[in-house]
T-cell receptor, first 115, second 116 residues
Framework: EAGVAQSPRYKIIEKRQSVAFWCNPISGHATLYWYQQILGQGPKLLIQFQNNGVVDDSQLPKDRFSAERLKGVDSTLKIQPAKLEDSAVYLC?????????????FGQGTRLTVV | AQKVTQAQTEISVVEKEDVTLDCVYETRDTTYYLFWYKQPPSGELVFLIRRNSFDEQNEISGRYSWNFQKSTSSFNFTITASQVVDSAVYFCALSEARRGAQKLVFGQGTRLTINP
């Protein structure tokens, strides 16, 4: 079974530029998550989708971050404009559903460096 | 608010030693789930175990074992006879459910290095 696919693996941009990340979840998984992992910290949830609807985006900095999940499958996360503190690994995860008992499967992440 | 604390930032042991990773959590929920994930250098988080708040039985899977104690709000992870391949960052996480949404709250992680 294919895992969660993310691209690109690495990205370096200058501050104030924009960037987009792509995620393809495991086939059949209704729930998709984007997490931000700053170096030396645990992942922090940015946004959660159930199919193509947003369930939780309470920790998403909406003035600069946006995300969409068209047709309830692939998802993109965009940052515009980027700040230095956005340097982190952005992890996409998916699960069969949103129940607390369901484990999430993670992609390898996109490492973003803002200079 | 939910919180997960992994007080050990880094642990380094020699191969074949046993090692325990500590995890303490805070929650006001009566129903919750606890997880352990492993993050190897490749970056992805690999699921290791899930435990629900009503099941305090310890679990053993090969060289891995988990000790869940609600009385002390702890969910510790022990690797017996450690191997170099166990080197990774390990995260403990707590799942809360709000308005039908599952949210994993992670600890800071423990970097485990197994030396040959």
């Amino acid at each position: 079974e294919a895992g969660v696919a993310q691209s690109p693996r690495y990205k370096i941009i200058e501050k104030r530029q924009s960037v987009a990340f792509w995620c393809n979840p495991i086939s059949g998984h209704a729930t998709l998550y984007w997490y931000q992992q700053i170096l030396g910290q645990g992942p922090k949830l940015l946004i959660q989708f159930q199919n193509n609807g947003v369930v939780d985006d309470s920790q998403l900095p909406k003035d600069r971050f946006s995300a969409e999940r068209l047709k309830g499958v692939d998802s993109t996360l965009k940052i515009q404009p980027a700040k230095l503190e956005d340097s982190a690994v952005y992890l996409c995860a998916s699960s069969l559903d949103f129940q607390g008992s369901t484990e999430a499967f993670f992609g390898q992440g996109t490492r973003l460096t803002v200079v | 608010a939910q919180k997960v604390t992994q007080a050990q930032t880094e642990i380094s042991v020699v191969e074949k030693e046993d090692v325990t990773l500590d995890c303490v959590y805070e929650t006001r929920d009566t129903t919750y789930y606890l997880f352990w994930y492993k993050q190897p250098p490749s970056g992805e988080l690999v699921f290791l175990i899930r435990r629900n708040s009503f099941d305090e039985q310890n679990e053993i899977s090969g060289r891995y074992s988990w000790n869940f104690q609600k009385s002390t709000s702890s969910f510790n992870f022990t690797i017996t006879a450690s191997q170099v391949v166990d080197s990774a960052v390990y995260f403990c996480a707590l799942s809360e459910a709000r308005r039908g949404a599952q949210k994993l709250v992670f600890g800071q992680g423990t970097r485990l290095t197994i030396n040959p």
